[in-house]
């Protein structure tokens, strides 16, 4: 059974999750992710019983407001999604736009829902004001709400009693976090707002983000960054400062949406990069794994 998705979100890191929590730690107390998002690593994390508390934070208050419906109030939120789903039937397009001065206008989480299952690519846009400004992918209805219903109820209960919900400067959020926690990071991509003509909510300055990278570092609190990566021999995002000492390791994405399109061969490489604590811990579990697997092999030879 497929890993339940129910916020459509470009970027999500959801088709490479398990290889992300492969890097997790046999045991922590709690997992927090400062740029939720789609949630797409949380909700992984409580389906393959990788983590028993979470903390998500976005500094767009409507998506955690939305994430607090589906997880604590999740029939609710499965109703107003089939009501106005189903209200755009044969006036798509303009509902689609009066749906979406509706959410500029109230910021109720049941419009954003379905906006994002309905927007271009998935892809979340706000312009300078703040408001919501993508448009509608005019070849689709978006998700249909019986298939919105399965991922909405399964995730809660994957996470209902399980989660505490932020919606604050991620900085904030990391001087929560303390060395019995992992933290995962996925911040909005370098540029975007700068020459694109958009803005994700909330976009992060990088020498404040790196600061924190090293304040954590400090404190020793366990951490997995998904950074930048590259397609072929173009790369993305400024380096990290090597005096930060991660570990860098490159997961296979596959062909991106745009590659297929323009029907190119390039494979991108998305990156993760390890804080040192971490590895340290991962190195300690290797250790004990290696010392039962010795002395059980001198038993059974004995």
């Given at each position: 059974?497929k890993?339940?998705?129910?916020i459509?979100?470009?970027?999500?890191?959801?088709n490479?999750?398990d290889q992300?929590?492969?890097?997790?730690?046999?045991?922590?107390?709690r997992?927090?992710?400062?740029?939720?998002?789609?949630?797409?690593?949380?909700i992984a994390?409580?389906?393959?019983?990788?983590?028993?508390?979470f903390?998500?934070?976005?500094?767009n208050?409507?998506?955690?407001?939305?994430?607090?419906?589906?997880?604590?109030?999740?029939?609710?939120?499965?109703?107003?999604?089939h009501d106005?789903w189903?209200g755009?039937h044969?006036n798509?397009?303009?509902y689609?736009y009066?749906?979406?001065?509706?959410?500029?206008?109230?910021?109720?989480p049941?419009?954003?829902?379905?906006?994002l299952?309905?927007?271009v690519k998935a892809?979340?846009?706000?312009n300078s004001?703040?408001?919501f400004?993508?448009?509608p992918?005019k070849r689709r209805?978006?998700?249909?709400?019986?298939?919105?219903?399965?991922?909405i109820l399964?995730?809660?209960?994957?996470?209902?009693?399980?989660?505490?919900?932020?919606?604050?400067?991620?900085?904030r959020i990391l001087e929560m976090a303390?060395?019995n926690?992992?933290?995962?990071?996925?911040?909005?991509y370098?540029?975007?707002g700068?020459n694109g003509?958009?803005?994700?909510?909330?976009n992060?300055?990088?020498?404040n983000f790196?600061?924190?990278?090293?304040e954590l570092?400090?404190?020793?609190?366990?951490?997995?960054?998904?950074?930048d990566?590259?397609?072929?021999?173009?790369?993305?995002g400024?380096?990290?400062?090597?005096?930060?000492?991660?570990t860098?390791?490159?997961?296979?994405?596959?062909?991106?949406s745009?590659?297929?399109?323009?029907?190119r061969?390039e494979?991108?490489?998305?990156s993760?990069?390890?804080?040192?604590?971490l590895?340290?811990?991962?190195?300690?579990?290797?250790?004990?794994c290696?010392?039962?697997?010795?002395?059980?092999?001198?038993?059974?030879?004995?």
């Amino acid at each position: 059974m497929k890993l339940p998705h129910p916020i459509p979100y470009q970027g999500s890191k959801r088709n490479l999750a398990d290889q992300i929590i492969r890097f997790f730690p046999d045991k922590f107390e709690r997992l927090i992710e400062p740029f939720a998002g789609s949630a797409a690593i949380s909700i992984a994390s409580a389906y393959y019983f990788k983590a028993n508390r979470f903390l998500i934070n976005d500094i767009n208050s409507p998506l955690i407001k939305l994430w607090e419906n589906i997880i604590n109030e999740p029939k609710t939120i499965v109703k107003a999604y089939h009501d106005i789903w189903h209200g755009q039937h044969g006036n798509e397009e303009e509902y689609y736009y009066e749906v979406r001065q509706k959410f500029n206008t109230t910021q109720k989480p049941e419009y954003l829902l379905f906006l994002l299952a309905k927007c271009v690519k998935a892809a979340v846009r706000y312009n300078s004001q703040g408001n919501f400004n993508q448009s509608p992918d005019k070849r689709r209805l978006g998700r249909n709400p019986v298939m919105m219903r399965d991922n909405i109820l399964r995730t809660s209960k994957l996470l209902n009693g399980k989660i505490d919900f932020f919606s604050k400067d991620y900085s904030r959020i990391l001087e929560m976090a303390n060395p019995n926690d992992l933290v995962y990071m996925d911040p909005p991509y370098q540029g975007t707002g700068l020459n694109g003509g958009f803005n994700y909510s909330g976009n992060i300055e990088f020498n404040n983000f790196v600061l924190s990278l090293f304040e954590l570092n400090e404190r020793k609190v366990p951490y997995i960054l998904s950074y930048d990566g590259r397609t072929g021999n173009k790369t993305f995002g400024i380096p990290l400062p090597k005096e930060l000492k991660l570990t860098k390791i490159e997961i296979n994405a596959g062909r991106s949406s745009q590659a297929t399109l323009l029907n190119r061969k390039e494979i991108t490489f998305e990156s993760v990069f390890l804080s040192p604590t971490l590895i340290t811990k991962i190195n300690a579990q290797k250790l004990v794994c290696k010392q039962i697997y010795e002395t059980t092999l001198f038993a059974i030879n004995e």
